[in-house]
């Protein structure tokens, strides 16, 4: 089975971002983002095939507003898409080792078009199509989540956020997606979505993903942006706020 990442009509809460090179194609599985309204802070998210069988994906966010960050982000773009392909297209390479080899280079990009310390928090992933396998880094960034038939887990970090420290590593776990499960990722923006000062939190997330009928990736992320609104009554403008999800068809 191939399914495609593709554009969708503008939804009343969300926009949906095509990647900046072509779409891609996975088989046995879709990925899609999306986010609401016009960027103002640092949110950058990317989808890119770096062999028959792997596909790299990230988001991250840049401290910062848009327009005093552009260069940093044009950076990591640079990096993330260069140094991942030439990391791990390979056949026999170690995931881990490249995904951990990745995110150092990121980090030095963020740093060098900062010009010193920028704060990153980052997730960056390889899913592996021939294994149903995620190997991913966290680097200071929201939990990702993993809905599968056992229920919703959660991705914490596995190291301090990009742009910190030049030679900070992070671990680079492996988790399964197995077919029909979900993997998503959300930018600080939607855990920070306030209504008389209680923030929207990771937790109302989860139960969110939980509860949620989307089985599509695109639909995923549209169901958490207008959770987002609905429990903020009123357009989430306050920052960035993008949803990033990854599912495999049941059939793989």
Do not use: W
Not at 33 to 59: K, M
Not at 199 to 208: Q, T
């Amino acid at each position: 089975m191939l399914s495609r990442f593709k554009k969708i009509k503008r939804h009343p809460s969300a926009q949906v971002d095509t990647v900046p090179a072509a779409d891609i194609s996975l088989r046995g599985a879709e990925i899609a983002a999306v986010f609401y309204g016009q960027r103002q802070g640092g949110d950058y998210y990317d989808f890119l095939r770096v062999n028959e069988n792997r596909v790299i994906f990230g988001l991250l966010d840049v401290a910062g507003k848009r327009e005093n960050n552009r260069d940093i982000l044009r950076a990591a773009q640079s990096a993330f898409r260069e140094v991942g392909e030439q990391l791990l297209a390979g056949d026999a390479v170690n995931e881990a080792d490249a995904m951990v080899a990745l995110c150092l280079e990121l980090n030095r990009s963020i740093m060098k078009a900062a010009g010193g310390v920028r704060s990153c928090p980052g997730f960056i992933g390889c899913y592996n199509e021939l294994l149903g396998t995620v190997c991913y880094i966290n680097a200071g960034h929201t939990p990702g989540l993993v809905r599968d038939n056992s229920g919703t887990r959660t991705l914490p970090a596995t190291g301090l956020p990009m742009g910190l420290f030049p030679y900070a590593t992070s671990d680079a776990p492996t988790t399964a997606i197995e077919p029909g499960a979900a993997l998503l990722l959300v930018s600080r923006g939607i855990v920070e979505g306030q209504c008389k000062r209680e923030e929207f939190g990771i937790h109302r997330v989860k139960d969110a993903f939980q509860q949620s009928s989307a089985s599509e990736a695109r639909e995923i992320g549209i169901s958490i942006l207008d959770t987002v609104q609905q429990f903020m009554r009123t357009p989430p403008t306050h920052n960035d706020v993008t949803a990033l999800a990854l599912v495999r068809s049941k059939t793989s």
